[in-house]
């Protein structure tokens, strides 16, 4: 412990700014100190109302200990406070200060309690939040007077703690020279729990990312400009140093930068017109992945109003098709008129806000049927963001997260709250039958609401049997990791020191898989569907229960379901066997009937009532047996035809228009076969054979083959 001497020394250097702890530090410290986080708080303080605006938010986040040590007391809980900024920098400041008193909370406190400031009667509880955030900025400041500008509108309240911390600043500095020598710490970072330290470190070395909004200035021009400026171009994120900057993997408009030159950016011109846009990477990855699923005349629908700058991001990319983007949730006149006087000033003009929250539009509606895809950002824990302060300024994320972050972890009743209306939002976007893709993104690192969302909603079935059913498909970056033993593909990183968290899942209707079914495995599917009720029923016998329709099953593969074509092919033999029997019979009527027709069609009734062993030619009745190739061919045996004529086939009127054939006929001079003078276009309702042939009455061996029409149609 050093001398009394020694740390009257080091208080004095407290209050003068120029502490050195060397003499007090481990010798293997020396070397690691730890770069402390950047902060946009001015040194020369901030203004009353940013310090009124962090004490209530500080108010709701503070840590709340037991009774027993509680030794300094705010006030009771009560409902959420309203904010007032007075811009986007001052609403930046009142957060970012909120967060500094949370992490140091117990530091502060100790002060307080140390240096006899607190308690005092006449601070009562309800500005105790107040005294604790103006305290951080004291030492912040290392104890110097604010300077206050004539613009600042003064806050009573916010003046009478200033003026009480003031008077104490040198017993407040001898505190927190104790504290500091108490715990052996180089600096104040250094009281933090270890992962908090990690999360800071990792937080303030993840690289900037921007992107360039092209309605304003082209790339060529913005790697002009940058090179003009004195940035190099890199072509990797690990070699990023100084002035330098890269181009990302993943999106061609996104450029990354170093963290160490955020305030520098920020007073870049590029940056002050608009044309380059600071935000984190996962949102530029869903504005992509969305662009990706889109056709030229497809609309989209942006489910959250969300982040201002994901809506605009989506408005450039898509610039060259120019859909209209439908936002939603915009619930006051005065969200909307800052919402378009934003998008106004960046240029985009196919953006259509809506005020219905996403799960009140009806998918219905007639505005939107053009809608193809939705991008589905749905509030979520948020501990894979990079910046917690961008994400709920951005993001309209709740300060509560700043808590989470801090203990870093997510209560578990909040959690299951989260993912309930998640899936609410996932399933609710399903429901639009016109939509074929659906974009879902998150900055959450928990399963729950993550993949186990996505899935829960491909299981629920919400389709239906009228349109096709969602897969997953990859969104088509590079890194992508797939979940366990599936075949379902999720795009995903973890936080670490070159990226933030990210989760995104792209939905998409499966292809119609017709267009690759031969002639049976569409029949197969249309019975399935019960289009082919009535052509094909046969009656069920005595104590045999009726033979149900062809059903469509399906196989899951890939995420996804496709038909089993196998099946469907052995079904649909077994129906062309069946309805074999039917053709030959009505043939045979025909031919009975009518030989003389020519150039005409013979359309069958609807029911026909099966003919007799006794009515049918002899030429139909004693047939050969079957070759090789006709039983390949599927075609019956007489024995299984005899069986299938004392079954009841019910046919219904269908044209089928065939190529000229020469049918045999019967002659007066008994079964000898003879040649038709002109050929005949038969129709009926028939079946298709194997490889998709029509199939006709097998003809007897001892029957003289007709001299056949030429194969004109080949």
Partial sequence: MPEPNNILSLHEDVINGTSDLSEVKKPDEKESLVKRTMTLIEKNGCHDTVYMNAAKIFQGIHTEKAKDRMLVRYAGDSAPPALAFKDVCSQRLSYELAFNALKYQDLLEEMLLDSCVYPCHSIP??????????????????????????????????????????????????????????????????????????????????????????????LEDVFRDLKEKGFAKVESVSDLDHYTYGVDQHCSDVLVFPSSLKEELLNLDLFADSKLLL??????????????????????????????????????????????????????????????????????????????????????????????????????????????????LNEHGDAELLKDIFRGTVAEDKLSVLAERQLKELIHAMKFTEVQAIVYCTCSIY????????KKALESGVEGDKVQPYRLIPPGF?????????????????????????????????????????????????????????????????????QKVIQLTRNTVAGGLEPNIAELRHRQTISS????????????????????????????????????????????????????????????????????????????????????????YLSSHGNKAGTPAHHCFHCWSGAKGFHGRAILPPLCKTVRPAVLHPRSWM
């Avoid at 500091?180 to 900037?208: C, F, G, M, N, W």
């Avoid at 994901?310 to 915009?330: E, K, Q, R, W, Y």
């Avoid at 079914?517 to 249309?526: F, K, T």
């Avoid at 079957?626 to 009841?648: M, N």
């Fill in 279 to 392: 935000q984190d990477k996962s949102r530029s990855l869903a504005v992509h992945a969305a662009q990706a699923q889109l056709n030229s005349g497809d609309d989209i629908i942006v489910a959250h109003v969300g982040s201002h700058l994901t809506t605009a991001h989506l408005s450039v990319l898509t610039n060259h098709s120019m859909p209209t983007i439908f936002v939603c949730g915009v619930k006051s006149s005065e969200k909307e008129a800052e919402l378009r006087n934003f998008f106004s000033h960046m240029e985009c003009t196919n953006i259509q806000l809506l005020h219905e929250d996403f799960t009140e539009v009806r998918p219905t509606d007639p505005k939107l049927q053009k809608a193809k895809v939705i991008l589905l950002l749905p509030q979520c824990s948020g501990l894979g963001a990079g910046d917690p302060i961008d994400f709920i």
């Fill in 577 to 664: 066997i069946k309805a074999e029997v039917a053709v030959s019979k009505a043939v045979s009527n025909v031919q009975q009937k009518s030989v003389s027709r020519t150039n005409s069609g013979v359309q069958l009734k609807k029911s026909i009532r099966p003919i007799s062993d006794r009515a049918l030619p002899k030429v139909l009745k004693h047939t050969c047996p079957l070759s090789p190739v006709d039983k390949a061919c599927g075609r019956q045996t007489p024995a299984r035809k005899a069986r299938a004529e004392h079954k009841r086939v019910v046919l219904k009127p269908a044209k089928i228009v065939f190529p000229p054939v020469a049918m045999p």
């Fill in 478 to 546: 590079d890194t992508c990791s797939d979940s366990g033993a599936s075949t379902e593909t999720f795009f995903k990183t973890e936080p670490s020191e070159i990226s933030s968290g990210c989760f995104l899942a792209v939905l998409a209707r499966e292809k119609d898989s017709s267009e690759n079914l031969s002639a049976e495995d569409v029949l197969g599917q249309a019975a399935a569907k019960g289009l082919l009720d009535g052509i094909l029923e046969e009656k069920p016998k005595k104590g045999e229960k009726k």
């Fill in 125 to 218: 509880d309800e500005l105790t939040s107040l005294l604790v955030v103006m305290l951080y900025d004291l030492q912040d400041r290392k104890f110097q007077a604010r300077e206050i500008s004539d613009e600042d509108e003064p806050v009573a309240d916010v003046r009478k703690i200033e003026h009480y911390l003031y008077s104490f600043k040198t017993k407040l500095a001898a505190a927190l020279a104790r504290y500091r020598i108490k715990h052996d710490a180089p600096s104040i970072e250094y009281v933090l729990p270890e992962t908090i330290r990690k999360q800071h470190q990792r937080a303030s070395a993840l690289p900037l990312c921007v992107w360039i909004n092209t309605f304003k200035i082209s």
């Fill in 447 to 454: 399963p729950e609401e993550n993949e186990t969302v996505v």
